[in-house]
C-alpha cells in the first residue's frame, strides 16, 4: 500500500504547473475576461500542445490512458492558475461518458478527435442533478428539442455537445441544424458556460444509461473539488506573500497573530482535503463500490472549505482584497462556480446519505 | 496511489479479525486513568504476544519485535476500531516515555523501563505544566540542585493526569538557572514514591477529577534518573511532544465515534420519527463524515510519509488541531440528537448514554487546550507550515 503520490504523477503536476506559471498571469485572465478570442485560443493551443486533452482517452484513440487521479492532479493546476480553458467537460467528463461501454461506435468516431484537439466537447448535465421548470430536453420522431444550461467548456465552437435525454446520455453533432449555443454570464469569467438550445435536432445515444450518467457525473465533481483544491491552495499561498510584505504598525502584517491564525486555519482545513481528493479520484478507478460516495464528499467538503478560504484570504489582502487591482477575486468567483456545479453541497450530501442507505 | 494490499494483509486481517472474535471477550473499555487490574494485564500481555500491542518495541525490552509496517499497523487499528474493542493500553507512559527512551535513553533506562511501561505493570504520569508555565512551558520554574549523588527538587507541577494512580513520572525541571530558559531544563524520572512528592486531585468541568497537581519538597532523585544530559531536557520533551500530539489525534477515534453516532441516530426515535430521516440531522452527518474520512485519509498519508522516512510538513502540523476539534464536535452533534436526553449526567431512566457524550464533549475542551493549545497549534502552523514570522517580543514593561 502506499498512499501517496507516484514519481509520475508529481512530475505531470510538476510539468503542467510549470508550463502555466510561464504563460498564464493576471493580466491574461483579465484580457480573457473582456472576451478575447485570440487568447482562448492560444491557451487552448498550450493545453493542446502538452497533450492534456487526451489524458484520458485510451492510447488506440491517440490519447495517453491516464487515470482519474491524473485528470484531477491537472484540474489542481489549473484551479491554482485560474486557467480559461476547456477541462472538466471536454477532457474528462466526456471521455468518461463516451467510454463507460466499450467498443461503442461514438468513442471510436470522436474520442480520437478529442484527443487530438481537433474539437472540443460541451458538457451539460444539469438536467440530471437538478431539473429547472425552463430548460430540459424532450424528444420527438428521432430529433431532440430543449434547452441544456450550464454546459460546461462551450465557449469554442464545440463540434459535440453531450447531454441528457431522460434515462440517457446523447451526443450531439452540432453541425447538424438547429443547434445555438449561447454563453450564460456568470460570476467566474475563467470557465465560460453556456446554454444550448436545440430545435429539433438529430442526436444519438451513448450506451450506458443511467450507470453512465451517475459515473460522468461522478468523476465530474471530483475534477470540480480539485480545481477548488487548487484555487484555495493559490488563495491562501497568495495571502501569506502579501501578508509578509505589507506593512502597518512598522510591522509586517503577517506577524500578527491574528493575521497569522487566519491562514493557519485555512490551511489546516484545506491539507487533509489533499488526502480526501487522492482518496475520492483513484477510487473512480479502482474502488467502485465507494466512488460515488466519495465524489459526493469530496465535492461537498471542498465546496464548503473552499468557500471559507476564498472569504478569509480576501480579508487578509485588506482593502487591497477587494478591489480588481490584485485579482483575486477570479479565484474566489471560479470557487463560487465550481461549488455550484454538478450540485450545491447540500444536494450532494443528501446524495452521499442516500447511497449509504439512509433516505429512503 | 496504491492501496491494493497484497495477499500477505489480507491473510494478516483475517488472523487479526479471528483473534478479536476469539479473544475479545478478555478485552477491557479501555477505561481512562485507572490503575489496570490483573484482567487488563493480562490482555494487555496477550495482546503483546501476538503482535496487536507494543509492535515495533524491541523484542529484547518486552515487545513484538516487528518490522515497522504501516499497513498492517492500519489494519489493526482498524479491526480494533471495527469491533469497538480498545487498542492494548494507552497512557502517556507507552505513547510518550517509550518512544523518547528508545531515542535518546541510555541502555539502562531502556532495560529498566521499557518492558515494564509496556506490560502495564508501572504507570507514568508526564510532569510538564506549571501554574506559571502552560504555553510558555520553557519558562518553568521547579527546581533541582546536585545534592551528592542527587538532585533535590521544589516546586509545583499541574495538570498531571493519572498522578494518584501512577509509580513514576517523567519530567522537566530547571537545573540550570543561569542558562536561556530553553538550555536551562533537564528530564528527570521520578518515583512518585519519594518523600516529599504529594498529590492533589484537580476537580475540572466534568465533576471529575481527571487531572492532578504534584506538589514537590526537597525530592531527592538519584543523578542517573535523567535522560539526555543536564540542559537537554526541552530537547528531549520535545521528542514526546510529537508523539503526543500524534496521540491526540488517533483517527481512529474520531471513526469510532462516528459509527457510534449512526448507530443512534439508527436507534433513537423522536415523534415516531427515526434521528437517521430527519434531512437536517443527515446534513450534519454527512458533513462530519467527510471530515472524519479527510482526517483518516490524511493519517494514511503520514503513514506512508513516516514509513518512506519523508517529513510530511503540513500534513502533520494539523493533526492535533483539527482531530481534537473534530472529536469535540462529533461529540457535540450526538448531544444535539439526544435533545433534552442529551443533558443528562448521571444515573436516570432516561438516559440513553448521554453522559458520555456530555463528559466527552467538557473532556475535548480540555484536549483542545491541553497538550499545546489551539492557539500554540495555530502559531506552529503559520510559523513552521506557512513560513510566517513569530509574533515579536512585547516592550518590557513599563518602558513606553
Known amino acids: ?360 | 496511489m496504491d492501496l491494493n494490499a497484497g495477499p500477505e494483509y489480507k491473510s494478516f486481517r483475517e488472523k487479526v479479525v479471528t483473534f478479536l472474535k476469539e479473544n475479545s471477550h478478555m478485552a477491557g473499555k479501555g477505561r481512562t486513568p485507572v490503575r489496570p487490574n490483573q484482567d487488563e494485564l493480562e490482555w494487555q500481555k496477550k495482546l503483546i504476544e501476538n503482535g496487536y500491542a507494543a509492535r515495533t518495541i524491541p523484542s529484547e525490552y518486552g515487545g513484538f519485535g516487528a518490522e515497522s509496517d504501516v499497513l498492517k499497523s492500519r489494519i489493526i487499528a482498524e479491526e480494533f476500531s471495527q469491533s469497538s474493542i480498545p487498542m492494548g493500553m494507552a497512557n502517556q507512559g507507552i505513547s510518550m516515555l517509550v518512544p523518547t527512551l528508545l531515542e535518546l535513553g541510555t541502555d539502562e533506562q531502556k532495560k529498566s523501563w521499557i518492558s515494564k511501561t509496556i506490560s502495564g505493570e508501572v504507570i507514568w504520569c508526564q510532569g510538564y505544566s506549571e501554574p506559571g508555565s502552560g504555553s510558555d512551558l520553557a519558562s518553568l520554574q521547579t527546581k533541582a540542585i546536585i545534592d551528592g549523588d542527587d538532585f533535590i527538587i521544589n516546586g509545583q507541577k499541574i495538570w498531571t493526569s493519572g498522578a494518584q494512580i501512577s509509580d513514576m513520572m517523567f519530567c522537566l525541571v530547571r537545573t540550570e538557572p543561569d542558562e536561556p530558559k530553553h538550555k536551562g531544563i533537564s528530564y528527570l524520572l521520578i518515583d512518585m514514591k519519594t518523600p516529599g512528592i504529594e498529590v492533589r486531585p484537580l476537580m475540572t468541568m466534568t465533576g471529575h477529577a481527571e487531572f492532578n497537581e504534584v506538589f514537590f519538597t526537597d525530592v531527592r532523585v538519584p543523578k542517573s534518573q535523567i535522560v539526555g544530559k543536564r540542559g537537554e531536557g526541552w530537547y528531549v520533551a520535545n521528542a514526546t511532544l510529537t508523539h503526543e500530539r500524534g496521540m491526540l489525534g488517533d483517527p481512529n477515534q474520531s471513526a469510532t465515534r462516528l459509527k457510534e453516532i449512526i448507530d443512534l441516530m439508527q436507534q433513537e426515535t423522536v415523534n415516531g420519527e427515526k434521528l437517521i430521516d430527519n434531512p437536517v440531522y443527515l446534513d450534519r452527518l454527512m458533513r462530519l463524515q467527510a471530515r472524519v474520512l479527510s482526517m483518516s485519509f490524511n493519517s494514511l498519508r503520514l503513514l506512508t510519509a513516516s514509513h518512506k522516512k519523508l517529513d510530511a510538513k503540513m500534513a502533520k502540523l494539523i493533526v492535533k488541531l483539527n482531530s481534537c476539534q473534530l472529536n469535540q464536535d462529533l461529540a457535540g452533534f450526538a448531544i444535539d440528537l439526544l435533545g433534552e436526553l442529551g443533558t443528562i449526567y448521571g444515573k436516570s431512566n432516561h438516559d440513553h448514554g448521554s453522559g458520555k457524550w456530555q463528559w466527552k464533549y467538557m473532556f475535548d475542551l480540555g484536549l483542545i487546550i491541553g497538550g499545546g493549545t489551539a492557539q500554540i497549534q495555530k502559531n506552529i502552523i503559520s510559523e513552521a507550515g506557512l513560513g510566517m514570522p513569530r509574533e515579536p517580543k512585547p516592550m518590557a514593561e513599563g518602558k513606553k
Open chain 1, 1 to 360: 500500500m502506499e498512499f501517496a503520490l507516484s514519481e509520475e504523477q508529481e512530475i505531470l503536476s510538476e510539468s503542467v504547473r510549470k508550463m502555466l506559471e510561464d504563460n498564464i498571469d493576471i493580466d491574461l485572465l483579465r484580457n480573457h475576461s473582456k472576451g478575447d478570442d485570440v487568447i482562448r485560443g492560444n491557451i487552448r493551443q498550450l493545453v493542446v500542445e502538452m497533450g492534456l486533452p487526451g489524458i484520458l482517452i485510451p492510447e488506440e484513440f491517440g490519447g495517453s490512458g491516464l487515470g482519474v487521479l491524473e485528470a484531477a492532479l491537472i484540474a489542481e493546476e489549473f484551479g491554482r492558475y485560474a486557467v480559461p480553458t476547456p477541462w472538466i467537460g471536454n477532457s474528462v467528463m466526456a471521455p468518461i461518458a463516451l467510454l463507460y461501454e466499450k467498443g461503442n461506435s461514438l468513442s471510436e468516431k470522436w474520442l480520437p478527435l478529442i484527443a487530438s484537439g481537433e474539437i472540443t466537447a460541451c458538457v451539460s448535465l444539469t438536467e440530471a442533478v437538478g431539473k429547472r421548470s425552463n430548460a430540459g430536453l424532450s424528444s420527438k420522431d428521432s430529433k431532440v428539442t430543449g434547452t441544456a444550461i450550464f454546459g460546461l467548456d462551450g465557449e469554442l465552437n464545440p463540434r459535440i455537445i453531450i447531454t441528457v435525454l431522460e434515462d440517457n446520455l446523447i451526443l450531439i453533432d452540432t453541425e447538424k441544424p438547429g443547434v445555438t449555443i449561447s454563453e450564460i454570464p456568470t460570476i467566474d469569467s475563467t470557465r465560460p458556460v453556456v446554454e444550448v438550445v436545440f430545435d429539433s435536432v438529430d442526436f444519438e445515444i451513448i450506451p450506458g444509461g443511467k450507470d453512465a450518467i451517475q459515473k460522468t457525473i461522478g468523476v465530474g465533481r471530483v475534477l470540480l473539488a480539485a480545481d477548488i483544491l487548487g484555487a484555495s491552495a493559490n488563495m491562501i499561498s497568495n495571502a501569506v506573500e502579501y501578508s509578509l510584505e505589507r506593512k502597518q504598525f512598522n510591522r509586517v502584517i503577517g506577524s500578527f497573530q491574528a493575521v497569522k491564525h487566519m491562514c493557519a486555519e485555512m490551511a489546516a482545513d484545506l491539507e487533509p482535503c489533499k488526502s480526501l481528493l487522492w482518496y475520492a479520484a483513484y477510487a473512480q478507478d479502482n474502488i467502485r463500490e465507494e466512488a460515488a460516495l466519495l465524489s459526493c464528499h469530496v465535492k461537498a467538503h471542498l465546496s464548503e472549505v473552499g468557500q471559507d478560504t476564498a472569504r478569509t484570504s480576501t480579508q487578509v489582502f485588506g482593502g487591497m482584497g477587494f478591489t480588481d487591482l490584485l485579482g483575486m477575486h477570479y479565484w474566489f468567483k471560479r470557487i463560487g462556480l465550481s461549488r455550484q456545479i454538478l450540485g450545491g453541497p447540500e444536494k450532494v450530501r443528501q446524495e452521499a446519505a442516500r447511497l449509504q442507505g439512509f433516505l429512503s
